[in-house]
């Protein structure tokens, strides 16, 4: 009996298990293979290298260079977009005239395709007749290129990530807000606890289960979303705005070393998973969970 | 300790509904006032008002000898007691107790004795490092009064403290709350629903309906002479009996029988508590009960007197049954209303 209600468990995970094993795990385990092997070449078939590829990051500028980026990218894009977020839905949780339509005009850079985000923000920064530019020359500045310079091309590229999901993260920020009772605001208010406090010692507190997974999900998007690059300045000018998921999609279907590619995937997995794992842990103590 | 004293308080929500109409009425230094009325009746809002939590539409409000009206919440010097205890869930019972006093800028070896001290009287010492989430609703209710008390505060204000507990604790913290104010004699306002609380905990009752307020008085007086119908249903279980009857040449005749001596001449509303109907084999009046409730102590007799409900209420060793059951009424606990406004006559 017990044998038979083994059996329709496992047919019953089955197709998910196939799907989850075929385009997930197995993919995962070959990259990890794939990485300690060379790219095989006409001439040359692929080869055993141990953790040559991974060697050879350490002397690749470019790879150095994407890693300082990401780096940068995601210090900057983070903390600002939760910031901005949290700004945001404190504006908007209380009920005044036009709420409805103020919530919605912070969310619309969410509901927008970040490759449509890119073109919108394109025009912003073109030079001549940008948007930006247009406000610069209005008010006498020189006309300037702010996506095609190398020291101003990554920051470019930041703005426009935490334009789009600073929106996303305030529908977290919202929903968290709602559920800190607004008897605890009264009794606070009672017991002399000024507005600024208030926010600081219960409301911040109370809400930091949303605020990690925001964060989490802001690191995790930071190594991620780099479709508006694709867009604004593949990567460049020279590698100004190379991101470490771009440098991997150049190294392999631009140049199609695919094993050199491969490692740099590993490595990219291996910082999420840490970068995941030390903010749970990190954040671990300080996080109530009702 | 503080005199409270309203002066044509009201209060006009933005939408125009006037929650409480103008009330006037002075509470004395370390009375328990309770305000008891049904949901809606303007009780909380009239609690608010006093808190600073709702702004003051019209009239003075004073708390000692200051005017408040303009004054924030947290200068008022009171502390208040809510409905689901308004505890900060991240922060120990510890410092649940002393963040008023923390607020306040006060030393913390201050503050550290302060919170023993309430805790001591609370008997919560054994909880101080724990986490509301980890106490019993009767606990969460004392850490939310220690906050209270630990503040030495002028007024206690009570939004309905302890609808969220169980009817046995609820009969017990309804003890340690009179005790406890009473030991430490600050003026206290206290918000229920429930009349069982208003008459065993005040000193005074205030009874309130629709914005209105119907009647001030002790528990006693508010159950032996109620000042309106309403009153008369709302305070005591089971409620006061009304009957329709008429008066007639000075007499009050109800089914053709005259059961009381009255001036005037017209209709009018007869009110009897249940207990003062009293079963007697030569009693003057005759009603057919209808259905007993068996409630221990006592029973309710259910009966019909004169083609209107009445209910008696007899005691456990009372001999009684479905069927005619001859009565005698205790002429001198009779309430007489006008049946047009509701009011006493």
């Known amino acids: 009996m017990m044998r038979r209600e083994w059996i329709y468990a496992w047919l019953l995970v089955l ?16 990259a990890l293979v794939n990485s300690v092997w060379t790219t095989a070449k006409g001439r040359r078939p692929s080869m055993f290298v141990g953790l040559g590829n991974y060697q050879k990051m350490l002397q690749d500028p470019i790879f150095i260079k994407a890693m300082i980026n990401s780096g940068l990218y995601a210090a900057l894009t983070v903390p600002t977009s939760i910031a901005l977020a949290l700004a945001m839905a404190l504006l908007v949780h209380r009920p005044f005239k036009g709420v409805a339509a ?7 850079p969410t509901v927008l395709p970040l490759v449509a985000v890119a073109n919108i923000w394109l025009f912003f920064y073109a030079p001549g007749f940008g948007l930006i530019d247009q406000i610069r020359q209005f008010f006498g500045f020189a006309s300037a290129n702010y996506a095609g310079q190398p020291d101003t091309a990554l920051y470019s590229v930041a703005v426009v990530t935490i334009w789009k999901e600073a929106g996303f993260f305030m529908i977290f920020f919202l929903a968290a807000l709602q559920t800190v009772p607004e008897t605890l605001r009264e009794a606070a208010a009672i017991e002399g606890c000024s507005k600024w406090t208030f926010f600081r010692r219960v409301t911040l507190p109370l809400i930091m289960p949303t605020t990690l997974f925001v964060s989490v999900n802001a690191v995790i998007n930071a190594f991620r979303l780099v ?35 491969a490692a740099l995937t590993v490595v990219l997995i291996l910082i999420l998973s840490l970068a995941g794992l030390g903010q749970f842990y990190a954040a671990d103590k300080r996080v109530h969970y009702k | 300790m503080a005199q409270v004293t309203l002066n044509a308080l ?20 370390g009375e328990f006032v309770v305000l008891v009325g049904p949901s809606g009746c303007g009780k909380s809002t009239m609690l608010r008002l006093i808190a600073g939590l709702e702004d003051i539409t019209d009239g003075v409000l004073h708390i000692g000898e200051r005017v408040v009206n303009s004054i924030d919440p947290a200068d008022r010097d009171i502390a208040m007691v809510f409905q689901n205890y308004a505890l900060y869930p991240h922060m120990t019972v ?16 201050i503050i550290h004795q302060k919170v023993e001290e309430a805790a001591h009287l609370l008997n919560l010492t054994d909880y101080l490092d724990r986490k509301p989430s980890q106490l019993s609703g009767g606990q969460r209710q004392r850490v939310a009064m220690g906050r209270a008390i630990v503040r030495d505060p ?13 009817a046995k604790l609820r ?21 229920t629903h429930d009349q069982v609380e208003a008459m065993t905990m005040a000193d005074r009752i205030i009874v309130m309906n629709g914005g209105q307020i119907e009647q001030i008085g002790t528990p006693s007086e508010v159950y032996h002479f109620p000042a309106s119908t309403f009153v008369a249903s709302f305070m005591g279980a089971p409620a006061m009996n009304l009957l329709d009857a008429s008066v007639e040449q000075g007499a009050v005749v109800l089914g053709g029988q005259t059961i009381a001596a009255l001036a005037g001449h017209g209709p009018v509303t007869v009110g009897i508590r249940p207990e003062d109907i009293v079963p007697d084999a030569h009693g003057d009046h005759a009603i057919e009960v209808t259905l007993i409730e068996e409630l221990g102590a006592h029973r309710i007799l259910h009966a019909i007197w004169a ?16 069927g005619p059951l001859r009565v005698a009424i205790k002429a001198a606990a009779l309430s007489f209303f006008d049946p047009r406004t509701g009011r006493r006559l």
């Open chain 1, 102 to 108: 103020m919530r919605m005009a912070y969310f619309t």
């Open chain 2, 154 to 166: 002028l007024l206690f204000l009570f939004d309905e403290p302890l609808s969220n507990l169980d």
């Open chain 2, 94 to 109: 510890r410092k649940n107790i002393g963040y008023g006093l923390k607020n306040r800028k006060i030393a913390k070896d």
């Open chain 2, 10 to 29: 009201r209060k006009i929500y933005p939408n125009g509904y006037e929650a409480v109409k103008p009330a006037s009425f002075t509470i004395e230094k």
């Open chain 1, 15 to 30: 197709p998910a298990f196939v799907f989850l094993i075929t385009f997930t795990h197995l993919p995962a385990v070959e």
């Open chain 2, 171 to 191: 009969n017990q913290m309804r003890i340690e709350i009179k005790a406890l104010q009473r030991r430490l004699g600050v003026t206290s306002v206290y918000v």
């Open chain 2, 307 to 322: 083609g209107q409900p009445v209910m008696v209420s007899v005691a456990k060793d009372v001999v009684a049954a479905v």
């Open chain 1, 227 to 261: 479709d508006h690059v694709f867009v604004m300045t593949k990567g460049g000018p020279d590698n100004a705005s190379m991101l470490l998921l771009y440098y991997i999609f150049e190294t392999g279907f631009r140049y199609w070393d695919t094993a050199y590619a």
